[in-house]
């Protein structure tokens, strides 16, 4: 079975600050991961996914992420955050292609909650 | 491409009375889901369709939920009775398993904002 793990359920910044928002994932196999946003009473938009290659990942945004397999993370950063990056960010992910399923399975998701 | 598309956008109900909610995916997509998201639960996957038939609906209350795909360009979600507890935005989304590469991925409608009073 697979599951992601969204440490923080919210996580405030300062304006024009970084931030990290961490997942960790637990899969036998190898793994699609993606980062969605959600803005307020919104539909869910794909930021970033990591699907083979380069393990930095950058989305829209500005936002970028980095996959670990070693650490069986893939936690999303942006170096400067905007008031309008204010919204629910959900990590989610899916067994490789080729496997039996193809279930997306999200995370429990995290605010980030930009104050200026 | 005008992307998934849901309707209604929201829908206010009495307990007791049935629901339809409708999902037309993006054309050429063979994958096709539905969830549920509550604040309590987050965001679970109830059914999900490849080729119009039903991989997994372990996700789905069957005494009261179904799910339908009569053809390719859409969907149908229904609850029957509806109860207070069904509350909560209802998404669907599409996706390719042929799209390989930079184009995998799930696209999402808008969401279908569902009260039972």
């Known amino acids: 079975a697979q599951s992601v793990t969204q440490l923080d359920s919210q996580v405030p910044v300062f304006e024009e600050a970084p931030v990290e928002l961490r997942c960790n994932y637990s899969?036998?196999?190898?793994?699609?991961l993606f980062w969605y946003v959600q803005y307020p009473n919104q539909g869910l938009q794909l930021l970033l996914k990591?699907?083979?290659?380069?393990?930095l990942v950058k989305g829209i945004n500005g936002f970028e992420a980095e996959f670990n397999k070693s650490q069986t993370s893939f936690h999303l950063r942006k170096p400067s955050v905007h008031i309008s990056d204010t919204a629910e960010y959900f990590c989610?992910?899916?067994?490789?292609?080729?496997?039996?399923?193809?279930?997306?399975?999200f995370g429990t998701g995290t605010l980030l909650a930009v104050q200026p | 491409d005008a992307g998934v598309i849901q309707s209604p956008r929201h829908e206010v109900t009495e307990m007791g009375q049935e629901v339809t909610l409708r999902c037309k995916p993006i054309?050429?997509?063979?994958?096709l889901f539905w969830y549920r998201q509550t604040m309590m639960q987050g965001l679970e996957l109830l059914v999900y369709?490849?080729?119009?038939?039903?991989?997994?609906d372990s996700g789905m209350p069957k005494d009261r939920f179904s799910a339908k795909m009569p053809n390719a360009s859409f969907s149908t979600l229904k609850i029957q009775p509806s109860e207070p507890r069904d509350s909560a935005v209802y998404f669907c989304?599409?996706?390719?398993?042929?799209?390989?590469?930079?184009?995998?991925?799930?696209?999402f409608g808008s969401g279908t904002r569902l009260t039972v009073v």
């Open positions: 989304a599409s996706s390719s398993e042929s799209g390989q590469g930079s184009n995998y991925g799930y696209t």
């Open positions: 899969s036998s196999v190898s793994v699609y």
């Open positions: 990591y699907l083979s290659g380069s393990t």
């Open positions: 989610a992910v899916i067994r490789g292609y080729g496997g039996a399923t193809n279930k997306l399975i």
């Open positions: 054309s050429g997509h063979d994958y």
């Open positions: 369709f490849n080729n119009k038939a039903v991989m997994d």
